[in-house]
């Protein structure tokens, strides 16, 4: 029995070196939802060190902030996106969301015969 044939895009930008990709983009979504990259990483199941670099990394390539963080305290520290990560990454998104849509078509155009 036939299934129907389908593609999945991954999207991974460079500068110089990888610097952006799914990896990445879920780590600041986790960190808009949890108001820190410790609780973000926690919530992925990923170390804070590995976390951490991830950011570091990321930002040293596209050369801008990703967070605003602040240290711990009576209320505890936290992390926010900055507008330049934001915009980024609804670019990003965008992006992507462009990328499947074509490919989605391009894709029944090349494999058309498959699924007759």
Request: glycine share 8%; with cysteine; charged share 30%.
């Amino acid at each position: 029995m036939e299934s129907e044939l389908k593609a999945k895009i991954r999207v991974l930008l460079f500068t110089d070196e990888k610097c952006f990709g799914p990896g990445i983009r879920q780590l600041l979504d986790a960190v808009e939802i949890h108001g820190s990259l410790r609780k973000a990483a926690i919530s992925m199941e990923m170390a804070y060190s590995k976390a951490w670099k991830m950011v570091k990394n990321c930002e040293k390539h596209l050369g801008f902030p990703l967070l605003i963080s602040t240290t711990g305290g009576k209320n505890g520290g936290g992390a926010v996106l900055t507008d330049d990560a934001k915009k980024f990454l609804s670019a990003y998104e965008e992006y992507c969301a462009e990328l499947e849509t074509f490919g989605a078509k391009l894709l029944y155009e090349k494999f058309e015969f498959y699924n007759k």
